[in-house]
Antibody, heavy 119, light 106 residues
Framework: QLQLQESGPRLVKPSESLSLTCTVS??????????WGWVRQPPGKGLEFIGS???????YYNSSLRSRVTISVDTSRNQFSLRLTSLTAADTAVYFC???????????WGQGILVTVSS | DIQMTQSPSSLSASVGDRVTMTCRSS??????LNWYQQKPGTVPKLLIY???TLEAGVPSRFSGGGAVTDFTLTISSLQPEDFATYFC????????FGGGTKVEIK
């Protein structure tokens, strides 16, 4: 059974950077069939796709976040990671990792991690 | 970027009601439209993909329709476990989500 688990800090200061890792278990991240992505959801609000990565390193980023986002993959650890820079309070959200299937269909999600940006 | 608009933003309904919500895209997206259900404090769950294909294990009371720019999600007979927020997602050009429709108990 495929499982995804986010890890990282839950509190980050404004202007600093956020690094989150998603650990995939139950399947190899090195699949030709899927991308692996990040989605976030501010408290009480809707969903925002951040970006995704193929195990060979090809990435897609949301145009509104592209200047601040880097997604990377570590196939040896079956993990992929998100780095978001220059944080503000507007980046406070639950961050989900997910498997991106054909057509950006998101079938499998991590449980999410609430990240608060505050001094 | 493609903008997705859902309406209404919330609705009140009773168990057994037929409920329909809509999702409109700012440009044509064919049938590249997915629907998700999210209950408070939980992860979004895929209900429908390709505008009308029911995900495995999703009850048949859920149905999706539409194409090009206008789409619908219908629950034929609302059940207690269906009270949740529903999001549409376009997958035609990168991806983007609608703001959600919250289905509340009347």
């Amino acid at each position: 059974q495929l499982q995804l688990q986010e890890s990282g800090p839950r509190l980050v200061k404004p202007s600093e950077s956020l690094s989150l890792t998603c650990t995939v278990s139950g399947a190899s991240i090195s699949s030709d069939d899927y991308y692996w992505g990040w989605v976030r959801q501010p408290p009480g609000k809707g969903l925002e796709f951040i970006g995704s990565i193929f195990y060979r390193g090809k990435t897609y980023y949301n145009s509104s976040l592209r200047s601040r986002v880097t997604i990377s993959v570590d196939t040896s650890r079956n993990q992929f990671s998100l780095r978001l820079t220059s944080l503000t309070a507007a980046d406070t959200a639950v961050y989900f990792c997910a498997r991106r299937d054909t057509g950006y269909t998101l079938r499998y999600w991590g449980q999410g991690i609430l990240v608060t940006v505050s001094s | 970027d493609i903008q997705m608009t859902q309406s209404p933003s919330s609705l009140s309904a009773s168990v057994g009601d037929r409920v329909t919500m809509t999702c409109r895209s700012s440009q044509a997206i064919g049938r590249s439209l997915n629907w998700y259900q999210q209950k408070p404090g939980t992860v979004p769950k895929l209900l429908i993909y390709g505008a009308s294909t029911l995900e495995a294990g999703v009850p048949s009371r859920f149905s999706g329709g539409g194409a090009v720019t206008d789409f619908t999600l219908t629950i034929s007979s609302l059940q207690p476990e269906d009270f949740a927020t529903y999001f549409c997602q376009q997958a035609y050009s990168s991806t983007s989500f609608g703001g959600g429709t919250k289905v509340e108990i009347k």
